[in-house]
């Protein structure tokens, strides 16, 4: 049946950081704020274990970490970007602190901050030592129940977008075995990364892109897709997702060493410290070699490892590790998509009314390497930005209808044959034969399910650059060209171009 339309109203899908603070910086304009399960879980905010970027405390400026942010980014960043994102971390502190968030002070009531790979000071405002994104994920729950102008739709999921002149009107919802028509003009899509598209990722199980697929299926525009980050620690346990080992321990002290105790680290520019896809190469080099490799916390942290990192602590003693006295198995995970759906600094795609924040956009912040902790920081700024410019725009009043009978097949199965596809050929390491074999894979699998489709425009993408930068290495193309650009492509367009190789 037909509903009413007393509002205008916006839709928020996904309920990470970026899409609780989205909701929250709405109000008092009401919005639909739908999530796959419960409020907040199965996020990967919620394991955000490091903590937020933000330079305005003592010697540390917003320059200082737009240079930091630029030279992990390895010549890939949009660099007014940055500029702007990092000028606004003293703003996502407040705003979060506004919102009930208590970031970590030492005795005189300064931040006690962490330092991470590729930052050149402690810049890290952290919660609890390792549990920041569990808090604040806690602390936002609370106040979006607390906000009459979100209705909070659990356990839904959008499904399908629909577009008239390149501009949103409605989506398909499936909500408790129901299918939902729902009018609206502007949904932001705030549903996070793509690492279970992979067979190790400390992602959620349920992070395969839906977003960008979704994106994908009304001509949006993405860049930089084939630009995916491994972590060089997560625990080298049975466990799935995988556990992470924050780079805030190294920041510690802890080392890296193989079973003979040897560093591999020591010649390299940074060394423990150095940007995350430099030291998940040398790790992956050290498993190529027949070596295993662990983290050595028992020197720098040792007995205090439970006060500093209770989580990972935690995380440990259930794999039978204790981290004061014993190595940490790690090994490198797929951890964070720096491409995704093309926005603007307010969140804008390339179709009127589609809304991107958080992992799933691509704002030109993170170039070729997410630089430590700037995601956090990312997702709060955009969700401020994008709520502002929101506010501004013609939002129109929404109506739900029941649909008779579920009208679209779910298309979000993934396989593990299709996991270890994309481990195996679009990793740390990636070869054009390799690519081109995973092109072919996910192009016979039509019609596609959405996690092909995101698999097979990462596939395009990595082919397309033949170079290696950043978290993109090709041993066919070691070196970096000289004049990087960032990459620019539709669905349509990567479809075109993979039948080329069918």
Not at 119 to 124: A, D, G, N, Q, T
Not at 391 to 399: D, R
Not at 409 to 438: F, P, T, V, W
């Given at each position: 049946m037909k509903g009413e339309r007393p509002l205008n109203c916006v839709m928020v899908v996904g309920s990470g950081i970026a899409g609780l603070m989205t909701a929250l910086e709405l109000s008092p304009l009401p919005v639909i704020l739908i999530t796959q399960g419960f409020l907040g879980e199965n996020t990967s905010s919620m394991l955000a274990q490091g903590g937020i970027a933000a330079a305005y405390w003592g010697?540390?400026?917003?320059?200082?970490?737009?240079?930091?942010?630029?030279?992990?980014?390895?010549?890939?960043?949009?660099?007014?970007?940055?500029?702007?994102?990092?000028?606004?971390?003293?703003?996502?502190?407040?705003?979060?602190?506004?919102?009930?968030?208590?970031?970590?002070?030492?005795?005189?009531?300064?931040?006690?901050?962490?330092?991470?790979?590729?930052?050149?000071?402690?810049?890290?405002?952290?919660?609890?030592?390792?549990?920041?994104?569990?808090?604040?994920?806690?602390?936002?729950?609370?106040?979006?129940?607390?906000?009459?102008?979100?209705?909070v739709y659990e356990q839904c999921s959008l499904e399908k977008i629909f577009c008239n002149n390149n501009s949103v009107h409605s989506g398909i919802l499936i909500r408790e075995h129901q299918t939902l028509l729902f009018e609206c003009n502007h949904i932001v899509l705030a549903t996070g990364g793509i690492g279970a598209l992979y067979s190790d990722s400390t992602n959620p199980k349920n992070n395969f892109g839906i977003g960008l697929a979704l994106a994908a299926e009304v001509g949006a525009l993405f860049s930089d897709l084939e630009f995916v980050q491994f972590h060089p620690t997560g625990l080298n346990d049975s466990r799935l997702p995988k556990a992470l080992i924050s780079e805030a321990v190294r920041g510690e002290g802890a080392l890296l060493v193989n079973e003979h105790n040897e560093r591999f680290l020591e010649q390299i520019d940074g060394q423990e410290l150095a940007p995350r896809d430099i030291v998940a190469r040398a790790v992956a080099a050290q498993y190529a070699k027949g070596h295993k490799v662990y983290l050595d916390a028992r020197k720098a942290i040792g007995k205090h490892f439970p006060q500093k990192f209770p989580s990972i602590f935690q995380i440990c003693v259930q794999s039978n590790i204790d981290p004061r006295r014993q190595l940490i198995p790690i090994q490198p995970v797929e951890h964070f998509h720096m491409g995704g759906i093309t926005t603007t600094l307010n969140g804008q795609t390339s179709v009127n009314g589609l809304w991107a924040v958080g992992e799933c956009a691509s704002t030109g912040l993170h170039g070729a390497n997410r630089l430590a902790s700037n995601s956090l920081l990312e997702a709060c700024v955009m969700a401020i930005n994008t709520a502002l410019?929101?506010?501004?725009?013609?939002?129109?009043?929404?109506?739900?209808?029941?649909?008779?009978?579920?009208?679209?097949?779910?298309?979000?199965?993934?396989?593990?044959?299709?996991?270890?596809?994309?481990?195996?050929?679009?990793?740390?390491?990636?070869?054009?034969?390799?690519?081109?074999?995973?092109?072919?894979?996910?192009?016979?699998r039509e019609p596609f399910s959405n996690p092909a489709k995101v698999s097979l425009m990462i596939a395009v993408s990595a082919l397309l650059r033949k170079e290696s930068r950043g978290a993109h290495f090709r041993e066919d193309f070691p070196a970096s060209i000289r004049f990087a650009v960032r990459s620019h492509l539709t669905f349509e367009l990567c479809m075109n171009i993979a039948k080329i190789y069918a």
């Open positions: 010697e540390d400026t917003p320059e200082l970490h737009l240079h930091d942010t630029l030279k992990a980014g390895v010549g890939l960043c949009d660099k007014e970007i940055v500029k702007r994102i990092t000028a606004m971390g003293d703003l996502a502190i407040k705003t979060l602190e506004k919102y009930g968030v208590n970031f970590d002070k030492d005795n005189n009531n300064h931040p006690n901050l962490s330092l991470e790979a590729a930052h050149s000071i402690r810049r890290v405002h952290r919660i609890k030592g390792d549990q920041s994104g569990k808090n604040i994920i806690d602390q936002l729950k609370q106040k979006v129940r607390q906000t009459p102008s979100i209705q410019c929101l506010k501004t725009m013609n939002i129109a009043p929404y109506a739900i209808e029941i649909l008779p009978k579920k009208t679209i097949a779910n298309k979000s199965y993934i396989c593990r044959a299709s996991q270890d596809m994309m481990q195996s050929c679009l990793g740390i390491i990636r070869h054009e034969e390799g690519i081109i074999k995973a092109i072919r894979y996910f192009l016979a």
